[in-house]
């Protein structure tokens, strides 16, 4: 006889056990109900980065001294350096410096490690393309400055809003 109520005791606490955790679901679901929405309408609207947001590289070639530190820190190995010695001056000439974006883990190594502060990373985020090969970009592309997001026309920023002050 005792087994049957210890089990029958067992069930009830399970029971009453499962109603808590749906009712703490539930008193979690409402809470969020009453929240405004964090939605922007993405073209439109674009997310203004942190101040250390980690985008796309840039780089400097008349700063380059082809050490290949970056190359060294890198966890995946990633930029290709070529340089070529020139024997009369004794120093390394910079011929071609590439990243593969595709492959990239944003890390800011690079970055970091860089003794002349040749690279540095920018707020642009818009990497996507429909080609992977359109994602290695080389010492050209990678010197382009990217277009700020706070200058962008697509964000309404708070002082273009206010109206303009005549100089009598």
Known sequence: MFPMLTRFLNSGQQTIRAARYIGQGFVITLSHANRLPVTIQYPYEKLITSERFRGRIHFEFDKCIAC???????????????????????????????????????????????????????????????????????????????????EDYTIRTISSNLPQLNNV
């Open 68 to 150: 290949e530190v970056c190359v060294r820190v890198c966890p995946i190995d990633l930029p290709v350096v070529d340089w070529k010695l020139q024997m009369d001056i004794r120093k390394k000439r910079l011929l071609n410096y590439s990243i593969d974006f595709g492959i990239c883990i944003f890390c800011g190594n690079c970055v970091e490690y860089c003794p002349t502060n040749c690279l540095s990373m920018s707020e642009e985020y818009e990497l996507s393309t429909y080609n992977r090969h359109e994602l290695n970009y080389n010492q050209i592309a990678l010197g382009r400055l990217p277009v700020s997001i706070i």
